[in-house]
C-alpha cells in the first residue's frame, strides 16, 4: 500500500535466436526525492534565517549613510555605500533563493486579475532610471496608447520586467541604449526589452533560462549576478501562461528580451469581477 516513485528505462535487445525483447529496469528513487526535498527545506530555511539579522544591517547602514551624509570625507561615504549596495545584492540573493524554493516546491503564486500594465511598466522604468544615468545610457520607452488588459499579477510581472531591464543596464557598456516596447500581437502583449550591450552567444541560448546559469566570462568582468533572475521570470511568465524568450545576433550585437502575456478575454474579465461581487 506504500507510493514509491520510479525511473523506468526500457531498452530493446536482440536476442541470440534473432528475437526482439525488452529489459525494463525500475529504479526506486524515493530516496534522490527525499534528498531534493531536504535540499529545498535547507535552502529556504537558511534564507529566511539569514533575512531577519540583514534586515538589521541594511536598516543600520542606510541609517549610517544618511546621519553622516555631510560629516564624513570621500572615502567614508565610499565605504558606506558600499555596505549598503552589497548588503541591497544579498537581500536580493535571499529573495532569488526563497523564491526558486517557492517554485520548486509548487507553492509560489500568482494572483492574476485583469491589469492594465503601463502604471507597472513605468514604475520599472523609473526604478532602473538612476543606475542607467549613472552608466550614460538612455532609456527610451515606447508605450502606444489603448494597451489591451491582460489577467495577471502586476507584481510579478513588475518583478520579471525589472529583471530585464536591470540586465540590460548591467551587460550594456557606458552610453549605451536601452528601448522597452509595448505592443499588441495576434492575441498577446508583447512587451519587449532591446539592449545595445553584450549580446548572447549561441551556444549559450539554450541555457539562458535555467536555474544558476551565468554566459561564461561575466564573473571575471566583474558582474555580481546569481543566474536565478532569468529562471524565475520564466516560472512567472509560464504561470500567466506566456512565453518569455530571446533574440540576439551574438556577441557585441545587444539582445531583446521578450514576453508575451495573453490578452484577458471579455468572460475572463466578467468572471473576475462577478466572482468579487460574489464575494
Ligand atoms: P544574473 O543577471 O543575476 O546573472 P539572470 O538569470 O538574470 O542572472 O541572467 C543570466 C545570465 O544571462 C547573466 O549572467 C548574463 O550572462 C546573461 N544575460 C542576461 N541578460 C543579458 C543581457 N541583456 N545582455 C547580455 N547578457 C545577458
Redesign the pocket.
Known amino acids: 500500500g506504500e507510493r514509491a516513485a520510479v525511473a523506468l528505462t526500457i531498452s530493446t535487445v536482440l536476442f541470440e535466436d534473432q528475437k526482439n525483447g525488452f529489459i525494463i529496469t525500475f529504479h526506486d528513487i524515493s530516496r534522490e526525492q527525499e534528498l531534493e526535498e531536504m535540499k529545498l527545506d535547507f535552502v529556504s530555511m537558511a534564507a529566511h534565517e539569514l533575512r531577519t539579522p540583514l534586515t538589521a544591517i541594511r536598516g543600520y547602514a542606510s541609517l549610517l549613510q544618511m546621519q553622516n551624509a555631510k560629516a564624513l570625507d570621500a572615502p567614508g561615504k565610499e565605504l558606506i555605500k558600499r555596505l549598503v549596495v552589497s548588503s541591497e545584492n544579498l537581500g536580493n540573493l535571499i529573495e532569488n533563493l526563497l523564491s526558486v524554493s517557492r517554485i520548486e516546491r509548487s507553492i509560489f503564486s500568482v494572483d492574476a486579475r485583469p491589469v492594465d500594465l503601463v502604471t507597472t511598466v513605468r514604475g520599472v522604468i523609473d526604478n532602473v532610471r538612476q543606475q542607467a544615468y549613472t552608466k550614460k545610457q538612455t532609456i527610451t520607452l515606447l508605450l502606444p496608447d489603448g494597451l489591451p488588459v491582460v489577467m495577471a499579477d502586476a507584481f510579478r510581472i513588475g518583478q520579471v520586467l525589472l529583471?530585464?531591464v536591470a540586465?540590460?543596464v548591467?551587460?550594456?557598456q557606458e552610453g549605451g541604449s536601452i528601448t522597452v516596447k509595448a505592443e499588441e500581437k495576434e492575441g498577446f502583449l508583447h512587451i519587449s526589452?532591446t539592449?545595445t550591450?553584450?549580446?548572447?552567444p549561441k551556444e549559450?541560448m539554450p541555457k539562458?533560462?535555467t536555474k544558476f546559469?551565468?554566459?561564461s566570462g561575466?564573473l571575471e568582468q566583474g558582474?555580481k549576478?546569481?543566474?536565478?533572475?532569468?529562471?524565475i521570470?520564466k516560472s512567472i511568465i509560464e504561470m500567466h501562461k506566456g512565453k518569455i524568450w530571446v533574440e540576439?545576433e551574438g556577441v557585441g550585437k545587444?539582445?531583446t528580451?521578450i514576453f508575451a502575456l495573453p490578452i484577458a478575454k471579455p468572460e475572463e474579465i466578467a468572471a473576475y469581477q462577478k466572482a468579487r461581487v460574489d464575494l
Not at 549576478?225 to 529562471?231: H, Q
Open positions: 529583471n530585464l540586465n540590460a548591467n551587460y550594456t526589452v539592449d550591450g553584450r549580446g548572447i549559450a539562458l533560462f546559469f551565468r554566459v561575466v558582474s549576478g546569481t543566474g536565478l533572475g532569468l529562471y521570470s540576439s545587444g539582445s528580451f
